[in-house]
Every structure is written in structure tokens, then in C-alpha cells.
């Protein structure tokens, strides 16, 4: 019995010992690293042998899927090899019809990791709640989609964005935002669009003058490398220029007519920006496709990218 026992306790110090310095995962969970400035690295989960299942979807892909039926939708992501997503459905307090505990707990059903929400419809006066409700959902990042609280603006015809209010005004919205998320435990990113990177009626590029003086320690931003491209602009002279303000980018492809593409299914050289994703300050990246042409089905395209992501080195 004292031999049995022995190896029993022998067996487990073993298996503790392969838990903390070997290549598996105990729980089957991510694990977050720090770097210098004790931000968490990006997630490198291992689930499986083959590394097959890595990193984030935009939800804002699937809003038509997500609306009909969320938790399917979602369990589409995780079997599609997704390991964290982004959110793009918050209501009324609830996150695609379930509530912020209830909405986290899914997703850890599905070893999926909440890491990002965009919250478009956020104001000085509804922040706090909203951000507790992000909190209590498990998110590390508050995103500012497009200059918030009636400032951003789509022409009817053209389809062309813009924003009124001016930079200085934007810079000083998205400083107060930021301080709120901190005091909520939150992270606070600013979306780009294209529109961002002309210069406006002042010879003011919005962009530069947010990354100028937006107080680092309260705003970074999510580069969307698509509506860089789109906008001329080189994502590799903004890491330059801004090392390490951009937390989270946003992949998605541009086909020969300017449309949105599955990865690796476009125009962009993915392989030179990937490699500066440490200048960058990168530590999560979300696929996403605004539309899809030609007949492919969203649910379709995600796995199209997933592929895409692996053939360019993303894990």
C-alpha cells in the first residue's frame, strides 16, 4: 500500500512539473505572458497537437449568423479554429441577447476567450454602465468603432465616411473614455476607417493628431489594415512613427477591386507587416470581412481566412 502510494505521490509531482514547464496546457486554457510593461502577450493557447486552433474573429463578420442565432453562430467559430473573438452586438445591457455572466460563461463552454467589443453606441453619460457590462463580460478591450456620439457620418449615396467635430474634439472624447475604462478595469482602442488619414478642412489628419495627443496611457488604437491600405497609407510607417500604440489590427484582405477578401485571398502583403508586429505593440489580431462578393457565405469566408492566416505566419 506505502509503495502504491509512493508512486501515486510521485506520478502527480511528475505531472505538476510537466503542467508548469512543459508544452502542454494544464486546464486547456490560454496563458497570457507579460512583457516589459506588463501588458499581456498575445494568446497562444495549445488545444490540440497540430497548433490548429489560433487566433480572433471580429463577430461584426457574422452579425446576420449572430443575430438569428448566436450560440450556434459561435460554436460555427470555435469548430472553424477561432481561440478569442471580438463582440459587435451589445444591447440594451446584453451581449446577442444573453447577459454579460451568461454571455462570458458560453464562450468559456466553447474555449472561446472574449478579448475585444466594439461599442459604438457609447456617450459621456451611459460609459460606466456599458463598461461595467463589458467588465462583468470577461473583455479586456473597450473598442471605439467610428468618433462616437453622433459624430460619425456615412453620405447616403457615395457611401463615403466622415466625422465632424474636428480632431481636437475627437482627441478630447476619446481621453475621457479612456480614463473611465481604466477606472473600469478596461482598455480603451480607437477603430480607424480610412477616412481618418485625409487631411480635413483644418489640413488636420485625424490619425496623426489622435496618436499625437491622446494620452497613451488612457487611448491606444486597433489598426484595421484594410482601410490603411485603402486610405494609402503604409501601416509599417505608422509603427515607425507610433511604436506600440496599436494593441489589436484587424486582417482582412483587399481583392484587385478594392472589395474585402478572405485572408490570403487579396492584395496585401500580410508577411511584411506581420513582421513588425513587435514595433507595432500587436498582441491580438481579429480576421475580419465587412461583406463578402461572389456569393460566398460569411461562415464560409471565415474558414477561408483561418487558412489564409496560417499560410502567412500568424498563430
Excluded at 172 to 198: C, P, Q, R, S
Aim: hydrophobic share 40%; glycine share 8%.
Amino acid at each position: 500500500m506505502k509503495k502504491k502510494l509512493k508512486g501515486l505521490i510521485s506520478a502527480t509531482r511528475l505531472l505538476i512539473i510537466v503542467c508548469i514547464f512543459g508544452n502542454v496546457s494544464c486546464k486547456d486554457a490560454p496563458k497570457k505572458a507579460s512583457n516589459e510593461e506588463g501588458e499581456a502577450e498575445m494568446t497562444t493557447a495549445v488545444v490540440d497537437k497540430d497548433n490548429s486552433t489560433f487566433g480572433g474573429l471580429a463577430l461584426y463578420t457574422l452579425r446576420e449568423a449572430m443575430g438569428s442565432d448566436a450560440k450556434e453562430t459561435l460554436k460555427a467559430v470555435s469548430d472553424a479554429g477561432y481561440r478569442y473573438i471580438e463582440a459587435a452586438g451589445y444591447d440594451n445591457g446584453m451581449f446577442y441577447n444573453m447577459k454579460p455572466e451568461d454571455f462570458k460563461s458560453y464562450l468559456e463552454s466553447l474555449n472561446l476567450i472574449p478579448v475585444s467589443t466594439h461599442q459604438g453606441a457609447v456617450t459621456l453619460e451611459n460609459a460606466d454602465v456599458m463598461m461595467a457590462d463589458v467588465k462583468a463580460a470577461g473583455f479586456e478591450y473597450f473598442v471605439i468603432p467610428v468618433p462616437p456620439m453622433g459624430l460619425f457620418k456615412v453620405d447616403r449615396d457615395t457611401r463615403q465616411m466622415s466625422m465632424t467635430g474636428g480632431a481636437k474634439n475627437l482627441a478630447k472624447i476619446l481621453d475621457t473614455l479612456g480614463a473611465k475604462a481604466k477606472a473600469a478595469g478596461l482598455k480603451l482602442l480607437y477603430h480607424n476607417h480610412d477616412f481618418e488619414f485625409v487631411e480635413d478642412a483644418d489640413g488636420i489628419v485625424t490619425i496623426d493628431y489622435l496618436l499625437d495627443n491622446c494620452n497613451p496611457e488612457l487611448v491606444n488604437f486597433q489598426m484595421d489594415l484594410y482601410w490603411v491600405t485603402k486610405a494609402g497609407a503604409d501601416p509599417l510607417a505608422y509603427f515607425d512613427k507610433y511604436p506600440g500604440r496599436f494593441k489589436i489590427w484587424h486582417v482582412k484582405d483587399m481583392d484587385e477591386q478594392g472589395r474585402f477578401s478572405p485572408v490570403g485571398k487579396g492584395t496585401i502583403d500580410f508577411s511584411r507587416i506581420l513582421a513588425e508586429k513587435e514595433k507595432s505593440g500587436m498582441l491580438y489580431y481579429m480576421v475580419e470581412q465587412d461583406k463578402t462578393f461572389d456569393g460566398l457565405e460569411p461562415l464560409e469566408a471565415i474558414k477561408i481566412s483561418h487558412e489564409g492566416l496560417g499560410e502567412f505566419g500568424f498563430n
